[in-house]
């Protein structure tokens, strides 16, 4: 299993995401943005995922949600940004809980001999708003996720 990277230095409003994944590239960009994939990996196992709305194209917008086994629900929303394509795709990210925080999130896919690693920059509004993320357990949430995720696509059969 790869192990996720997480960097967010203490000068600047971001945080930087790197894994690995044995998996084409194709085969990535579409767990990223197939509801019905995302919701068997993205975030912590003890949440039932409900996507309301995830329209992968420059300026379509996503929302879903994340509920607890007491039914409490943890919403996020966003907006795409340029047109998505196996290479990555940029969009808003914001966490319903703590509304007008938001970041704008670059994904990035890169391949290299069936191998394709996973980038993400984060560029929040302050270094403040950047820490309470990092403090809430967003390396936990990514680490789980991505454990998930690299479970899924060893599941999946490439496209192509």
Do not use: C
């Amino acid at each position: 299993m790869s192990e996720t990277k997480v960097q967010a230095p203490d000068s600047v409003p971001f945080i930087d995401v790197s894994r690995e994944f044995a998996a084409p590239r194709d085969l990535v960009f579409r767990a990223f943005t197939d509801p019905e994939l995302l919701v068997q990996w993205l975030g912590p196992a003890r949440y039932e995922m409900v996507v309301e709305t995830y329209d992968v194209r420059a300026g379509g917008s996503w929302r879903y949600i994340h509920r607890d086994a007491d039914g409490n629900e943890y919403g996020f929303h966003g907006v795409f940004h340029g047109d998505p394509s196996p290479n990555g795709f940029t969009q808003t990210f914001e966490f319903e809980g703590a509304p007008g925080h938001v970041s704008l999130d670059k994904l990035t896919l890169e391949e290299q001999n069936g191998r394709t690693t996973v980038l993400t920059h984060s560029v929040y509004q302050s270094i403040e708003a950047r820490n309470a993320m990092v403090e809430s357990g967003m390396e936990e949430g990514m680490n789980e996720g991505y454990d998930r995720l690299e479970a899924l696509l060893g599941r999946l059969v490439p496209v192509g």
